[in-house]
Structures are given as structure tokens and as C-alpha cells.
């Protein structure tokens, strides 16, 4: 098993920062993908950021892309996601998520098999 604590979510006015965090304990494997994905009140969750654990390839959403940046620390076994430039559309509950065993960066949620509780992002105008 693998567990996902993602942790650095609150309340940030419109143009300001957060990092998020997502600690990963458990079984490890000699191979993960790291995909954060977003859901905000009555929409369907979607793709934000996907990375590779060991090779360090990301891979961003549109809308994200130039803002946000996703990033990770080996030693820690913890992956980032650095938000920049937030807007109000941006205001979401942020999971992280895992799928070991691979290299490829899926962006799809069935693609995953391990996530994290989320956290609250809010971003105020």
C-alpha cells in the first residue's frame, strides 16, 4: 500500500502563491507517476499537473501551464506543486495521486491507483 498526505492549501487573494505538498509513505516501487488533479464545487475533477518521479518529466493542464510548476524531492519522497499566479477560477479541492509501476505521464484519474484526502484552495478577487 502507499499512502498520499497532501498538506499547504488555504486562502490566497487573486495573484499570490501556494505550494502544495503531497508526502508519500508505503511500500515503495521502483517506478511512479505523481498526477495532481483539482475539484472545485459541482464540477467533475480535472488534470492539473502530472510528474515522473525518476526521470523529472511534468506535464501541465492548459489552463495551468506558465503558473504552476510541479516538482519533487527524492529524499523526501514528496512531490510539490507550486501554484503562481492564482486566480479565482483556480479555487478547488487539490488531490495528489500515484501510479507506480510506470514512467508514462497519465493524465486521466483511472489512470491512478493511489490518492491522497485532498486540500482546500481558495483564491479570493
Known amino acids: 500500500q502507499v499512502q498520499l498526505v497532501e498538506s499547504g492549501g488555504g486562502l490566497v487573494q487573486a495573484g499570490g502563491s501556494l505550494r502544495l505538498s503531497c508526502a508519500v509513505s508505503g511500500r515503495t516501487f521502483t517506478s511512479y507517476v505523481m498526477g495532481w488533479f483539482r475539484q472545485a464545487p459541482g464540477k467533475e475533477r480535472e488534470f492539473v499537473a502530472v510528474i515522473s518521479w525518476y526521470g523529472g518529466a511534468t506535464d501541465y493542464a492548459d489552463s495551468v501551464k506558465g503558473r504552476f510548476t510541479s516538482s519533487r524531492d527524492n529524499a523526501k519522497n514528496t512531490v510539490y506543486l507550486q501554484m503562481n499566479s492564482l486566480k479565482p477560477e483556480d479555487t478547488a479541492v487539490y488531490y495528489c495521486?500515484?501510479?507506480?509501476?510506470?514512467?508514462?505521464?497519465?493524465?486521466?484519474?483511472?489512470?491512478?491507483?493511489?490518492w491522497g484526502q485532498g486540500t482546500q484552495v481558495t483564491v479570493s478577487s
Open positions: 495521486a500515484a501510479r507506480t509501476g510506470a514512467y508514462a505521464l497519465y493524465k486521466r484519474e483511472t489512470d491512478y491507483n493511489y
